[in-house]
């Protein structure tokens, strides 16, 4: 199975600020048709995950630009500008370049 | 606007079965993927499988092969999830989701417990 590390496991940040999320897969996920089946998803207390971003950089629908993914191969990362309350929650990256699909083990993130 | 609605939460004793369904509104499943994702208490993401409604066809990953059985009726745009010989572990919410991870249901809350 692909292994999907994600780093840090937790921040805390005060509002305003920038923060960046890295996720390291131990395959590459570039599909056989070209494109990275790597997305970030975000799932807030007690709510179910939600899609940001998309095949690493695209904006899930209704997704502030405050949101940006970037990346190839092996290494990702999920940049969020001028951090708002909202966002708080845990964040996931997933991979479904590869079955079985998998997950990070999520990045808390805690507002100061 | 596209919704997922799964059905309560269910409370089973340990080596029976439960059904979980996940109705869609505003999409027809037939032209999507649908997934069922599980969350174990205060634990992250874990892939269950999926299934093609259009042709029944499903994918599971391996430790759930003898766990969950993928269904679906198109004539009612409903995704179904049946989880077997339940154990205390199998304790979790279960999320439906479809559309490369974009829509996702509300989630099941499933017990076991004698």
């Known amino acids: 199975d692909v292994v999907m590390t994600q780093t840090p496991p937790s921040l805390s940040v005060a509002i305003g600020q920038s923060v960046s999320i890295s996720c390291k897969s131990s395959q590459s996920l570039v599909y056989s048709d070209g494109k990275t089946y790597l997305h970030w998803l975000l799932q807030s207390p007690g709510r179910s995950p939600k899609r940001l971003i998309y095949q690493v950089s695209n904006l899930g629908s209704g997704v502030p630009d405050r949101f940006s993914g970037t990346g190839s191969q092996k290494d990702f990362t999920l940049k969020i500008s001028r951090v708002e309350a909202e966002d708080l929650g845990v964040y996931y990256c997933a991979q479904t370049t590869h079955f079985p699909f998998t997950f990070g083990s999520g990045t808390k993130l805690e507002i100061k | 606007e596209v919704q997922l609605q799964q059905s309560g939460a269910e409370l089973g004793k340990p080596g029976t079965s439960v059904k979980l369904s996940c109705k869609v509104s505003?999409?027809?499943?037939?032209?999507?993927?649908m997934h069922w994702v599980n969350q174990r208490p205060g634990k992250g993401l874990e892939w269950i499988g999926r299934i093609d409604p259009a042709n029944g066809n499903t994918i599971y990953a391996e430790k759930f092969k003898s766990k969950a059985t993928l269904t679906a009726d198109t004539s009612s745009n409903t995704a179904y999830m049946q989880l077997s010989q339940l154990k205390s572990d199998d304790t979790a919410i279960y999320f439906c989701a479809m559309h490369g991870f974009a829509y996702w249901g509300q989630g099941t809350l499933v017990t076991v417990s004698s």
């Open positions: 505003g999409y027809n499943i037939r032209n999507t993927y």
